[in-house]
């Protein structure tokens, strides 16, 4: 069974700073892409970012990038110039056929 | 065009009682999936749906839990006989095709046993 690792429960960053949050899976197909959801107090499921797995090259949506390493199954984020409305849990979540498999999440703190 | 859209927002329900809960897909959107987030913990895939065919459902739990998407209309999650642990916040998504490139999530019910 897939599974997703996200080893901090918690994380906080001064505003304007950088931040990583990461995230470990563990998969045995070779085709899959590879999620950051955002989750603010509204509960809201965000898309931040997705990951092609056989794409080499790191995706990137403005402040936010990865780091996506295939031969580890490593897949973390990074905010760049932390912004308040950062604030918010984030998850991680890998597909497995038609489902996604999350981890338990990251919750974001951001200090003004 | 209007995104995944549940309601109720809050259900409250007491044991013993059916909950229902709605979810209208975004417009061309065929495929639906259900997901159940316990309290503290992240999402957990429950079942995948296309127009009038369960297609996944090996996450829903054997008894009292059921799926439908109806040629018209809503996706419904039923839900017989709540017991205090179906208390949670209960998400559907939906994706224009099956599966790989993110769905599109609603804002979620988060249903309330007493």
């Known amino acids: 069974a897939q599974t997703v690792t996200q080893s901090q429960p918690e994380m906080s960053v001064q505003e304007a700073e950088t931040v990583t949050l990461s995230c470990t899976y563990d998969?045995?197909?070779?085709?899959?892409?590879l999620f950051w959801y955002k989750q603010p107090p509204s509960r809201q499921m965000i898309l931040v970012i997705r990951q092609e797995a056989y794409k080499q090259q790191n995706a990137t949506e403005n402040r936010f990038s990865v780091n996506f390493q295939k031969a580890a199954k490593s897949f973390s984020l990074k905010i760049s110039d932390s912004q308040l409305g950062d604030a918010a849990m984030y998850f991680c979540a890998q597909t497995s056929g038609s489902r996604l498999t999350f981890g338990e999440g990251t919750q974001l703190t951001v200090n003004p | 065009n209007a995104g995944v859209m549940q309601n109720p927002r809050h259900l409250v329900r007491r044991r013993g009682q059916e909950a229902r809960l709605r979810c209208s897909p975004m417009?061309?959107?065929?495929?639906v999936y259900w997901y159940r987030q316990l309290p503290e913990e992240g999402l957990k895939f429950m079942v995948y749906?296309?127009?009038?065919?369960?297609?996944?459902e090996s996450g829903m739990p054997k008894e009292r839990f059921s799926a439908e998407f109806p040629k018209e209309g809503p996706s419904i999650l039923r839900i017989q006989q709540v017991v205090r642990g179906d208390s949670a916040a209960y998400f559907c998504?939906?994706?224009?095709?099956?599966?790989?490139?993110?769905?599109?999530f609603g804002s979620g019910t988060r249903l309330t046993v007493v």
């Open positions: 998504a939906s994706s224009p095709v099956a599966g790989n490139y993110g769905y599109t």
């Open positions: 998969t045995s197909e070779s085709d899959y892409y």
């Open positions: 417009k061309g959107h065929s495929h």
């Open positions: 749906l296309q127009k009038e065919n369960i297609i996944d």
